[in-house]
């Protein structure tokens, strides 16, 4: 017989409001990966470049760059707002037709009429002017297309888009494409080369960065920061999500901030020693493992006693974070093998 007098407590406070963006995981913590890709983009569209990718492991924090960050602060470092497009690839395994792609490119485009039964070549006359209207929104003649889970794209989906590019170029409109992809995409330009899609390689692949994860202490300490002064909930009450949630222990001195050491030695010391992969941790880790602790401390427990560096071990172990480094791990064992 079970004693529910030895239940563990629910890992969410009674008195905590069920829409607080830490309970429904709807917040995003800026990080300095995301300050380097929106600078790394912000270059390219200086140079004008035709297309250019974004690389790295997943649930590094890619996509929610991408949601959360990117136009905003493009728009903050180009002076003016940038028109742009973000289209989240949903693979088709094999199975796209060019109907089906311009209708997911227009749906993307907030065209009111994305799902209307209309041609191929209906839906791509809807889609060019959508664009060239966009562009002009923008006060110039560029438009961005960020393509999200490019890694699913098929050589076909990239043949249509040089077309797409080609016309655009018509009619003066500079369309740059970014693609946001998977570790796996780092060879794809010399493959699709390989494989005949040469041109597509060198319009869109030849430029790429690589999105890296938390790698040093400052890293995390800059990112955990943000729970103490970079977030507010409720909406203009200018209280961080530390001392809304954590008001006793806010008092007595604790920040997030200071965290950063015991996280980075947790998740570092989960991996075991056998571990020969990157130390370039996935930002699923941190906010995983953050809202465990902070919920915890919401909940009355001692926050002096679950921030010990044992307690984020625990934590930490018993996230999926090995599972996820594993994976890491392997995609840069691939990355040197090609390199050879």
């Known amino acids: ?25 709807e917040y995003s913590l800026f990080t300095l990966s995301i300050d380097d890709m929106i600078n790394c983009i912000a270059n390219w569209l200086d140079d004008q470049v035709d297309g250019a990718t974004i690389y790295g492991p997943s649930r590094f924090g890619k996509s929610n760059a991408v949601d959360h960050w990117l136009q905003n602060l493009l728009s903050e470092r180009h002076g003016g707002y940038v028109p742009m497009v973000i289209w989240s690839h ?6 796209s037709s060019v109907g089906r ?44 297309l960020v393509i999200d889970e490019a890694q699913s794209m098929t050589q076909r989906e990239w043949i249509w888009m040089v077309e797409l590019h080609s016309t655009l170029e018509k009619e003066q409109i500079r369309l740059c494409v970014i693609s946001i992809a998977s570790l796996q995409f780092y060879d794809e330009p010399l493959g699709m080369a390989l494989s005949g899609g040469a041109h597509v ?3 869109f692949m030849l430029e790429s960065r690589q999105f890296h994860g938390i790698r040093t202490v400052e890293d995390l300490n800059y990112v955990l920061s943000g729970y103490d002064d970079a977030t507010e909930w409720p909406p203009g009450s200018g209280i961080s999500f530390t001392a809304g949630l954590a008001p006793d222990a806010w008092a007595e001195g604790f920040r997030m901030g200071d965290q950063a050491e015991s996280l980075m030695y947790a998740m570092t010391a989960s991996l075991g020693e056998s571990y020969k992969g990157p130390i370039d941790f996935p930002m699923k880790t941190v906010t995983q493992v953050s809202r465990n602790i902070l919920l915890r401390i919401a909940g009355g427990a001692n926050w002096s006693e679950v921030t010990k560096r044992e307690a984020w071990l625990q934590v930490v172990s018993q996230s999926s974070h090995k599972a996820l480094m594993a994976v890491v791990s392997a995609g840069a064992h691939n990355r040197v093998r090609a390199k050879q």
């Open 201 to 203: 390689a060198a319009r």
């Open 1 to 25: 017989m079970v004693d529910p007098n030895s239940s563990i407590p629910p890992l969410i406070p009674s008195h905590i409001p069920r829409d607080h963006p830490v309970v429904t995981r």
């Open 101 to 144: 792609f311009y209708a997911h490119l227009l749906d993307a485009s907030k065209h009111e009429m994305a799902k209307a039964a209309k041609s191929p070549l209906d839906r791509q006359h809807m889609l060019i002017e959508r664009w060239i209207w966009m562009a002009h929104q923008g006060g110039g003649k560029f438009l961005v």
């Open 90 to 95: 949903i693979d088709s395994g094999g199975q």
